[in-house]
């Protein structure tokens, strides 16, 4: 297990961001070309590693290797050497954690049920690469029948796995509103439409609908990060832009409350006489663990069976188009009480997480 803390703490040096990976690429296709694979790039800044065990269909095990655009501040001694890039969301231990089980199945490949692809792949953190990596058709290709993920969480024991059947994860959509007025002195206000004060009464609908729409008990958020308004305390914003989120779990949810944030954006369009102008990015699907899949799971692993999570989270993961492609099943390992991911503080005890979560990984390989 001595490989997967190695290759952790190389990568977690390194970040990069994105589709611009050179280094991270390089030193996972250097960790691969030992191995009895065959190596591909699909995409750009992907690698993906087949290993042919002359079965008739195949397993896939994805790891993100991009990072954020964040400050290192946790001061161990193989902090990134990237000013302005960091690790903060443990795509370095699961990318780690790929490389070990790569090395293991290279070893173990006459004895496997399966074939095994392994798929490294950019922008999870950005523009959704598994979803540029789904379109080449790779998985279909290499008749991949079942594909598994893990991702490292805090606020869990450190190194226990954790999953659910069904929703595990959210639906996720940007949300980009923006309100054009009419600029006058404040001397004037009477005479202008004020931009900045209906992005705050667009605010504050917004939070009554999100929480009226649906049920207490149907998990979602629609919430602003950011507005930007105005050129001078004494005139009257001509313009205003709304930047924030809008998460659920079932298409079914999300489409409503898309209707009625466009509602709430026509009523505050015809109360202010601004122009109010809304778009929501097509976002990435809902993790959704394929209930069969994690019976497999449940079953075949016995006392070894990840622990279930009690509720999902709204958090946004782009193994999600996996998951559109094939039957697939995501997991939390724990990594205890840590800063929280994408955190410029956030560390974890590698030594201890990272090997259990390999052992885990093994066992997936074996499943009937």
């Known amino acids: ?44 800044s992907s690698v993906c590693a087949f290993f042919d065990a002359g079965k008739p269909e195949t397993a ?38 790929a490389l070990a089980l790569a090395e293991y199945v290279s070893a173990h490949l006459e004895e496997l049920p399966r074939n095994v692809l392994f798929l490294f792949q950019p922008a999870e953190e950005t523009t959704g690469g598994a979803a540029r990596l789904c379109e080449t058709g790779i998985l279909e290709r290499r008749r991949v029948r079942r594909v598994f993920g893990l991702h490292l969480w805090p606020g869990l024991p450190a190194g226990s796995v954790w999953a659910k059947p069904g929703p595990q994860m959210a639906r996720s959509s940007e949300v980009s509103i923006r309100i ?45 990060g950011k507005l930007t308004a105005g050129d001078a305390r004494n005139v009257v914003s001509g313009h205003a832009e709304l930047l924030g989120s809008l998460r659920s779990f079932s298409d079914a949810a999300f489409a409503l409350l898309r209707r009625r944030l466009g509602e709430v954006c026509n009523q505050v369009e015809r109360s202010t006489g601004c122009d109010v102008k809304l778009h929501l990015s097509e976002g990435y699907p809902p993790v959704w663990n394929h209930e069969g899949l994690f019976e497999t799971v449940r079953a075949g692993l016995g006392a070894d069976a990840p622990a279930l999570l009690p509720q999902p989270a709204l958090a946004a993961e782009d193994f999600s188009f996996y998951q559109q492609c094939a039957p697939g099943v995501f997991f939390f390992l724990g ?24 052992e885990f990984l093994k066992k997936l390989l074996y499943l009937p």
């Open 60 to 97: 896939a095990f994805r790891a993100d290797m991009d990072a954020l655009p964040e400050t290192e501040e946790t001061g161990l001694p193989y902090a990134s050497e990237h000013p302005g890039k960091m690790h903060a969301c443990g795509h370095d231990g699961h990318t780690a954690m």
């Open 180 to 224: 054009t007025g009419r600029s006058v002195h404040i001397s004037r206000a009477a005479e202008g439409r004020d931009a900045l004060l209906a992005a705050v009464k667009l605010i504050e609908s917004a939070m009554e609908m999100e929480r009226t729409a649906l049920p207490p008990e149907e998990p979602r958020v629609l919430r602003f």
């Open 335 to 358: 990594v205890g009480d840590a800063a929280p991911l994408h955190a410029s503080t956030f560390a974890f005890d590698d030594e201890l997480v990272l090997p259990k979560g390999v």
């Open 1 to 44: 297990m001595d490989s997967v803390i190695e290759y952790r703490r190389a990568l977690h040096r390194i970040p990069e961001l994105d589709s611009d990976l050179p280094e991270t690429t390089a030193f996972v296709r250097s960790r691969l070309q030992p191995l009895r694979c065959q190596i591909l790039e699909p995409i750009r």
